[in-house]
Nanobody, 124 residues
Framework: QVQLVESGGGLVQAGDSLSLSCAASGRTFSIYCMGWFRQAPGKEREFVAAISWSGGSTYYADSVKGRFTISRDNAENTVYLQMNSLKPEDTAVYYC?????????????????WGQGTQVTVSL
């Protein structure tokens, strides 16, 4: 079993930066594809970014490409999401997820483990 705990959310202004962290515990962290998803009020959960087990491959949603960076530190069992140039439309609850595969996954139903989420609010 894997437990995921996100941190780092908060209230920022448009154009600001914010860094999210996701600490994993349980099974060997390095075998998992890790991803970030988000869900805004009244909307479905959407893919944000994913990173392979080695960190050598990443994939981003078009809406965040060039602004967000996903990374991981397997020694620290932690995955990060650096968010720059934040926009009001980035406001959502952000979820960390783990998939029981070393390969990239971008669909929520392909992930096996989820954190509880952290709120990110971007004001004008």
């Amino acid at each position: 079993q894997v437990q995921l705990v996100e941190s780092g959310g908060g209230l920022v202004q448009a154009g600001d930066s914010l860094s999210l962290s996701c600490a994993a515990s349980g099974r060997t962290f390095s075998i998992y594809c890790m991803g970030w998803f988000r869900q805004a009020p009244g909307k479905e959960r959407e893919f944000v970014a994913a990173i392979s087990w080695s960190g050598g491959s990443t994939y981003y949603a078009d809406s965040v490409k060039g602004r967000f960076t996903i990374s991981r530190d397997n020694a620290e069992n932690t995955v990060y999401l650096q968010m720059n140039s934040l926009k009001p439309e980035d406001t959502a609850v952000y979820y960390c997820a783990g998939a029981d595969t070393p390969y990239l996954r971008i669909s929520a139903d392909q992930y096996d483990y989820w954190g509880q989420g952290t709120q990110v609010t971007v004001s004008l």
